[in-house]
DNA sequence: CTGAAAGCGCTTACAG
DNA sequence: CTGAAAGCGCTTACAG
């Protein structure tokens, strides 16, 4: 078991009296009707017997496939997308790809470091959510197609690409139907202030049912860098303040949503009594808090899948750069009683 | 900006008539004292111009050095490594250095297979939280002294390693010394079954304090794979009914506190009223929690900063395999609602 | 101060 | 069915 220095291909040759290119052959399951069985089995148990394992660096610079895939996720450690990260990096490992890992921070120069530093380092495929601003970047990424490049989390219309995102309008439009029916009257919608096509459609979903309804839309947009900070939480009490009349609220993300529980508990507002609260992304918060909150929730284990698996493939098919990927899953709406009528006199 | 094909060194070469070799030391910034001024200059401005990045494979191949690092954590979705791995990203890259994330579950047989497979793949650092009974394996990877190992989050007593820890056991003693405190007389401790430094530190603080007060001690011990289940939930209840006395519960880590939260509202139990609460790592759920729950936090910034810089450090020296680096810090007692002593006539 | 050449460990077109 | 040889893009001991 204990090696001196690592066995070479060529170690094996001297040894075994046959040709680098036989052994490499053989290795990479290129031997079928090229190679009699006894060299093949020879060189198999050899190799079985010094446990050698092919140096992946030199394979690379020779092949100039580096196994390798770079997430740039949002934000990694955020749950939603270090549970997405868990899971596709376990079956990644099952066919021997790696995973590098790292966030935009939502930052669009960020995100253009981070793809300067990774296009010179022979990654094969990028799986992006791109921040805010960064459709050229992304466009000219997949012109280029030296890899195959996923889009995570959102899309753009303008060009064709590979993507899996959920469906967010049919999401917003569930959801929002689902706090009219409950009978909430006036419907309030904290979003986030962004070109990002996941919250464009969150409010369009929105905004969409409410008009349906002949309903007043009222909304407030905060900015990324805001959420979690006194100014977010500030935008969301004036917009509450403003707006009397609001008996429910949808919240875009569950960053929001954390911001806004923190203030309807200050502001000393019962939900659902005084007002009811859904939103988007779940969180074991959420199931745990007093009361428990209803929920829009993405199917995190279907969307890791269909990410590395449609990006593997798209590595095995390699040579058609036009096959697109292209998924759109379904939301689940998860009803707790954040969002339940509760009837007047319901008081103890 | 486009390039047909990437430039490589030999390119450089014929277009300035310079030799490789020069070029390649000016590249390393070992040109000092060796190469003229204005060759340099020369070569740097066209590097500039031409926007030459040296191949990184080919690098990696020649020196055996990688630039990469592998993070193992215990469960990469967890928040508290997702956080520890976030911090680290940034300044790896910084130090143009790569991450590869993966996740043991606190597997041993997981934990060696990604050992396997990272250790032919020229690597040059671990950081690993070992799972559970894997000290041999841990001992003998540092022996081999083929990489720089850097444990995280536990430590062995029995060789010599790099690591990075929180002082568990201060912290235990810390925790359980403040219950005492604040006037519970029968706190109770609900621990991992493990033989991992981390956990038994956490009880050992427990129990020495108890042992101190003349307190009776009383604890349970899940095992890992049960904490999220119902049986994990179950021995809890049991542990609770066993002990009607219980009038305060310290937790040993987070996910045993969730579980452990979830069971008191089922049951009914008041906190703190009926007992009070206490956990190790806390999590924004606990602060948003009805009510906030106190906590033991670890300092994650620091741990993460710590981790990587050491780790790179130690990548630096390089030659001097037995320089060591041991840290252990603090963790910090957040004082919330749950573990508060309410006066018996304090009732609305 | 500078360069020719070997070699890291593979893969693959080519020849037989 | 098998092998000699070139080459991926670097770095570095050696020579001058």
């Given at each position: 078991m204990k090696e001196k220095r690592k066995i070479s291909i060529k170690d094996i040759s001297k040894k075994l009296g046959i040709s680098t290119t036989t052994i490499s052959f053989i290795i990479n399951g290129k031997a079928e009707n090229r190679i009699s069985k006894e060299v093949i089995k020879k060189v198999e148990d050899y190799i079985e017997k010094v446990g050698y394992k092919p140096n992946s660096t030199a394979q690379t610079l020779r092949t100039g496939k580096s196994k390798t895939i770079v997430f740039m996720a949002e934000d990694i450690s955020d749950p939603f997308f270090s549970a997405i990260a868990k899971e596709m990096e376990e079956i990644a490992f099952e066919n021997s790809y790696k995973i590098i890992y790292c966030s935009t921070e939502n930052k669009k120069e960020r995100a253009l470091e981070l793809l300067t530093l990774f296009k010179d380092r022979q990654v094969d495929a990028f799986i992006i959510t791109p921040p805010e601003d960064f459709k050229n970047e992304m466009e000219e990424l997949i012109k280029e197609n030296k890899q195959v490049v996923m889009v995570f989390d959102r899309y753009y219309d303008d060009f064709e690409h590979n993507y899996v995102v959920l469906d967010n309008l049919d999401s917003s439009i569930r959801a929002t139907r689902y706090l009219l029916n409950n009978g909430f009257q006036n419907v309030g919608f904290v979003g986030l202030k962004s070109d990002i096509s996941t919250t464009q459609e969150r409010l369009?979903?929105?905004?969409?049912?409410?008009?349906?309804?002949?309903?007043?839309?009222?909304?407030?947009?905060?900015?990324?860098?805001e959420v979690k900070t006194p100014t977010g939480k500030k935008k969301i009490y004036e917009f509450i303040s403003r707006n009397p009349q609001i008996d429910s609220l949808l919240f875009a993300t569950n960053s929001l949503a954390i911001t806004g529980l923190k203030l309807l508990k200050e502001m000393g507002l019962k939900i659902p009594e005084d007002i009811s609260v859904l939103t988007f992304d779940d969180r074991d918060l959420f199931e745990l808090y007093s009361p428990p909150i209803s929920v829009i929730s993405q199917p995190v284990s279907h969307l890791a899948n269909e990410l590395i698996e449609g990006t593997l493939n798209l590595l095995e098919e390699d040579l058609k750069p036009n096959s697109r990927f292209q998924k759109v899953l379904k939301g689940k709406l998860v009803e707790r009683t954040s969002s339940q009528r509760i009837s007047e006199n319901n008081a103890i």
């Open positions: 369009h979903g929105y905004q969409q049912v409410m008009a349906e309804n002949a309903k007043k839309e009222r909304s407030v947009l905060v900015s990324f860098d």
